[in-house]
Every structure is written in structure tokens, then in C-alpha cells.
């Protein structure tokens, strides 16, 4: 014991101590049993002391232990926080690599579709030039206006880098460039704001050029007051894109979706989810297309 206090650390002085005080009220405990020390008032005051203090040091001991374990606890916790901030600060910067990385790709991506519909738009324009058949230059022409229909799309959509967009906003460009185009014919949307997916978008932006196109060329010949009215409202789990004209609508006796303008249309429809259309004359021409969409927001238009 004398060793230990001499040559032991300050973490085992209360453990030498107790020991020590152990060591000699068990020693004159066994000593007064044998007759060696006296059964004196002395004595017994002295083992009941002893054992007061073995106590108590033990109970030092105990709460340096606790203390030590609280400290650890403590210095082990912080080596996780710190372990955990710098293993988010690699994902992180892991991701904004990535992300960097996808804009880059999706920049060259969009630059390079934006290159070739201009490609083809040229071409189909050259190719024109050297046509007489007015069938032929009227079929290029619908070509070419439904490249720049989704020219116009492309640039409006993709530039943004998004994977879902509004399609009441979406709609609404779509109505302004269009208006732009044509200041006579009068165009009112009543929109809900739906959020989509990207391809949804466009093939719904493709339906309405076609829709449009087929107004513009078909209902419109004898119409004073030319107007379309563009409804997006919510349909159960879904939407219901609605379009109409003032137009001379479709002969009942032909029926609807007959040309060219129209098949696309129907053609588009099916790429939809779980999309269905129908037609209708009601003064004028009434389209009605059904889809499911997953996901729509809660503000109104």
C-alpha cells in the first residue's frame, strides 16, 4: 500500500486509500478475535471508524468513476457529431460534384436538340423552295410549324432543369406565344396549377398546336369573332385538359378525327397517362382529354 501511494497516479489514490483502511480494520478485527488486542471501547471505535471511512472513500471512488464515464460519454458523442459533420460535408460536396456535373451534360444536351430541330428546320425549309405542289408545300408547312412548336417548347420547358413543371404556367406561355401570332382570335384559359412531368407537358403542348392549328385552318374560314376557351380542371385522381372553339365544327356525317391534324392528336392522347379523349359539336368544336397526374398543387387559377 505505502508502494502504491508512493509511486501510484492521483486516479489511484482514493482505490490505495480504501484499500489501506480495509487492510488494517479487517487486520485489528482478526487481532482483537484472537486475543492479540484488547476488546477495548478504543478498538471498536476505531473498526467502526475505519469502516465509516472505507465507505466513504468508496463512495468517492464510485462518483470519480461515474464522473469518468459521464467525460466519456461525452468526449464519445462529440467524436460522433464530428465524424457525422464531416462525413454530410464529403456527401455534400460529393453532390454538389454531381450536380455541377448533370447541369453540364443537361446543357450540352439541350444545346444539342435545340441544334438539330434548327437543322431540320432549315432543311425542311430549303426543301420547300424547290416544291410547286401546293399539297406538298402545305404538308412542310405544317412540318415546319410543328417544329417550332416544339423548338418553342424545348427552350421553354428544358432550359429550366426541371423534372416536374406547372402546367397552368406552362399553358399560359404557350397561349401568350401563341396570341402573339394570331392578335385576332381570342384565347381564354381557366387553369387549376397542376404539377407534371416534362413529358407530359409537351404532349399536351403538342395536343393543344395541333388543336389550334386545326381551329386556325378549318373552324375559323367563316367565323367574324374567332375564340378559344382552354380549361384545366381537377378529374378525380387526374386532370381534364378541355378545349373549344366558336368555329364550324366537324361534319356529324364524316365525324370527328378524320384528318391528318386529328390522328396525331389521338396518336398523342395514348402516350398520356392512362389518357383518353373525345369530340364533340356544341357551337363549334369541343375536345375533351382525361389523364392521370399524380401530383398537383392546391392553388387555383
Avoid at 127 to 145: M, N, Q, V
Wanted: net charge neutral.
Amino acid at each position: 500500500v505505502v508502494y502504491i501511494l508512493a509511486k501510484g497516479s492521483r486516479k489511484t489514490l482514493p482505490y490505495t486509500i480504501a484499500l489501506g483502511i480495509y487492510l488494517i480494520s479487517n487486520s485489528n478485527l482478526a487481532l482483537a478475535m484472537a486475543g492479540l488486542l484488547p476488546s477495548s471501547r478504543v478498538v471498536i471505535d476505531a473498526n467502526v471508524i475505519g469502516a465509516l471511512i472505507e465507505t466513504l472513500m468508496f463512495s468517492i471512488i464510485l462518483a470519480n468513476r461515474l464522473g469518468e464515464l459521464k467525460q466519456a460519454t461525452i468526449t464519445m458523442q462529440e467524436t460522433i457529431i464530428r465524424m457525422q459533420e464531416e462525413q454530410n460535408r464529403l456527401l455534400s460536396e460529393k453532390v454538389a460534384e454531381q450536380t455541377k456535373s448533370l447541369k453540364v451534360l443537361f446543357k450540352e444536351l439541350h444545346h444539342r436538340v435545340k441544334n438539330n430541330l434548327q437543322f431540320i428546320q432549315t432543311f425542311l425549309w430549303l426543301k420547300k423552295k424547290r416544291l410547286h405542289d401546293p399539297e406538298g408545300i402545305e404538308a412542310l408547312e405544317s412540318t415546319e410549324r410543328r417544329l417550332h412548336t416544339i423548338s418553342f417548347m424545348h427552350e421553354m420547358l428544358y432550359s429550366g432543369q426541371e423534372t416536374q413543371v406547372n402546367l397552368k404556367t406552362y399553358i399560359e406561355k404557350f397561349v401568350t406565344h401563341f396570341s402573339a401570332e394570331y392578335p385576332s382570335i381570342r384565347i381564354d384559359l381557366k387553369a387549376v396549377s397542376f404539377q407534371v412531368a416534362l413529358d407530359t407537358a409537351v404532349t399536351l403542348g403538342l395536343i393543344l398546336n395541333e388543336l389550334m392549328t386545326n381551329s386556325i385552318k378549318h373552324a375559323f374560314v367563316q367565323t367574324n369573332e374567332p375564340r378559344i376557351t382552354i380549361r384545366i380542371t381537377p378529374d378525380g385522381d387526374g386532370l381534364l385538359f378541355v378545349y373549344e372553339d366558336n368555329g364550324s365544327g366537324f361534319d356529324p356525317e364524316v365525324g370527328a378525327g378524320s384528318g391528318l391534324g386529328n390522328m396525331l392528336i389521338r396518336e398523342l392522347v395514348k402516350h398520356l397517362p392512362e389518357g383518353v379523349c373525345s369530340y364533340e359539336n356544341r357551337e363549334g368544336t369541343t375536345i375533351r382529354v382525361k389523364l392521370k397526374c399524380e401530383k398537383k398543387e392546391a392553388a387555383h387559377g
